[in-house]
C-alpha cells in the first residue's frame, strides 16, 4: 500500500561523474514517467513507460539522458557526464494502464530526488 | 501549442483570509484540467480535477475550482486560508496520449 518511493532524496555531484537514480512505482501502476523540475519552473516531461511497450523518451533533453524499467516494476534515470544544467528535482511518477487515447489515469508522485551537480 | 501560465510566482495571504490562484491555459480541445498541490520535500498531491460537467469542481482540502471557458481559465479558490496550506500548486493540463503539461507554479506563504 505504499506510495511511490524515489532514492536517493538528495544527490550531490561533481560535474562530469555519472548519476542513477531509482523509482519504485505503486504495486499494479504500469505506467511509469520520469519528470524534471528546475528551480522555478513547472514539470518537464522526460520519459513515459507502459506495460511492456516500447517507451517514450521524446522529452529526454539529450543522449546523456537515459531510462529504464525492469518490467512494471523499479524503473532507473541515468545521466551520464551530469552537467550544472543538470541540477533539478528528478521526479516520478506512476499510474494505472491507459486504455484509451483520451483516458487518464491519476498520476501518483514519489517525492523526488533533489541532483545538485557542482 | 498548448500551455499553461500561471501568472502569479507568489502569492502571501493571511491565515483566514481568501485565496485565489490563477491559471490559464492554451488548448483547442475541451481539457481536462488539474491543480497539484506540493510540500515540501514531497511529490505531487492531486487537489482537484475538472473533465467535463459542472464547471465549479470541489476538490480536498476544501479547494474549489472553476472552470472558465471564454476565459481559458481554471483558477482555485480557498474561502479561508490556514498555516498548512503554505505549498506550491501547480495547474496542470491534460493533452491526450500521455502528455500533462504544467504550470511553472504559484507559492503560497500564509502569515499569521
Known amino acids: 500500500g505504499a506510495g511511490v518511493s524515489q532514492s536517493p532524496s538528495n544527490k550531490v555531484t561533481e560535474k562530469g561523474k555519472d548519476v542513477e537514480l531509482r523509482c519504485d512505482p505503486i504495486?499494479?501502476?504500469?505506467?511509469l514517467y520520469w519528470y524534471r523540475q528546475r528551480l522555478g519552473q513547472g514539470l518537464e516531461f522526460l520519459i513515459y513507460?507502459?506495460?511492456?511497450?516500447?517507451?517514450?523518451k521524446s522529452g529526454l533533453p539529450s543522449d546523456r539522458f537515459s531510462a529504464e524499467r525492469t518490467g512494471e516494476s523499479v524503473s532507473t534515470l541515468t545521466i551520464q557526464r551530469t552537467q550544472q544544467e543538470d541540477s533539478a528535482v528528478y521526479l516520478c511518477a506512476s499510474s494505472l494502464e491507459r486504455v484509451a487515447e483520451l483516458s487518464y489515469n491519476e498520476q501518483f508522485f514519489g517525492p523526488g530526488t533533489r541532483l545538485t551537480v557542482l | 501549442a498548448q500551455s499553461v501560465t500561471q501568472p502569479d510566482i507568489h502569492i502571501t495571504v493571511s491565515e483566514g483570509a481568501s485565496l485565489e490562484l490563477r491559471c490559464n491555459y492554451s488548448?483547442?480541445?475541451?481539457?481536462?484540467l488539474f491543480w497539484y498541490v506540493q510540500s515540501p520535500g514531497q511529490g505531487l498531491q492531486l487537489l482537484l480535477k475538472y473533465f467535463s460537467g459542472d464547471t465549479l469542481v470541489q476538490g480536498i482540502k476544501g479547494f474549489e475550482a472553476e472552470f472558465k471557458r471564454s476565459q481559458s481559465s481554471f483558477n482555485l479558490r480557498k474561502p479561508s486560508v490556514h498555516w498548512s496550506d503554505a505549498a506550491e500548486y501547480f495547474c496542470a493540463v491534460y493533452t491526450g496520449g500521455f502528455k500533462t503539461i504544467f504550470g511553472a507554479g504559484t507559492r503560497l506563504f500564509v502569515k499569521a
Open positions: 513507460f507502459q506495460g511492456n511497450s516500447a517507451p517514450d
Open positions: 488548448y483547442g480541445a475541451t481539457p481536462y
Open positions: 504495486s499494479g501502476h504500469t505506467a
